[in-house]
């Protein structure tokens, strides 16, 4: 099946910093999420980016289908910004086959 | 707007015990639904799919099941816990851009269940 393999695995920033957090892929894919699990577990949707840039807010990101590899940007970081983000694609059409997920950057922001 | 419950938030289970872990989803008809679970607080796993009521794929053999006996209910079942099935399990459904009005094609994520097997 598809790997994914985020970088880095662990980040710690002082607030105000900016970040880029890496996602490479092994195959071509369809569908690509962005996602931000908070301290209690929950996974936020931050991005929906098969291809191409969206902006929302400090958060950005970038995928570049045809070089396998997707950029999520975080600038003027916030504590609230500290957690686990994950990126997770889907190669096959149809969407019934679910996410693979990578294993994720933890991020941590210091005050 | 759709919304996703899971319940129970959290449990705590013998090992040999059964288990019922119950998602359903609101303002959504016919919607895929997932069972992922995250173990050691990284990576997520799919457990099962599916495309409609009775229809269930499963990704990985394990000691767990899944069954959907309602449009909108998703369930994993277990009739014997294992140590290892310890984890935080997530319900997740499918939105589609043109049958949701949006322009993604993006799953979403219920609070999940925080399952500890003693």
């Known amino acids: 099946g598809i790997q994914v393999e985020q970088s880095p695995p662990d980040l710690i920033l002082q607030e105000g910093a900016n970040s880029t957090l890496r996602c490479n892929f092994s195959d071509s894919v369809n569908n690509l999420q962005w996602f931000h699990q908070n301290p209690w577990g929950q996974l936020i949707n931050l991005f929906y980016?098969?291809?191409g840039t969206k902006q929302n807010g400090r958060l950005s990101a970038t995928t570049v289908a045809t070089e396998r590899y997707s950029l999520l940007y975080i600038s003027s970081s916030q504590t609230t910004d500290s957690g686990v983000y994950f990126c997770a694609v889907e190669t096959s059409g149809g969407g019934a086959d679910g996410l693979t997920f990578g294993k994720g950057t933890h991020l941590i922001i210091q005050p | 707007s759709q919304t996703i419950h899971q319940w129970p938030a959290t449990l705590v289970q013998p090992v040999g015990s059964p288990l019922s872990l119950e998602c359903t989803v609101e303002?959504?008809?016919?919607?895929?639904l997932y069972w992922y679970r995250q173990a050691a607080g990284r990576g997520l796993q799919l457990l099962f799919y599916?495309?409609?009521?009775?229809?269930i794929s499963s990704e990985v053999p394990q000691n767990l099941s899944a069954s959907r006996p309602q449009d909108r209910q998703f369930i994993l079942s277990s009739k014997k816990l294992l140590l290892s099935d310890s984890g935080f399990y997530l319900c997740?459904?499918?939105?589609?851009?043109?049958?949701?009005?949006?322009?993604?094609?993006?799953?979403?994520f219920g609070p999940g269940t925080r399952l500890t097997v003693l």
């Open positions: 599916s495309v409609g009521i009775g229809q």
């Open positions: 997740a459904w499918r939105g589609w851009g043109l049958r949701y009005r949006a322009t993604t094609d993006t799953q979403y």
């Open positions: 980016i098969p291809s």
């Open positions: 303002g959504t008809s016919n919607p895929n």
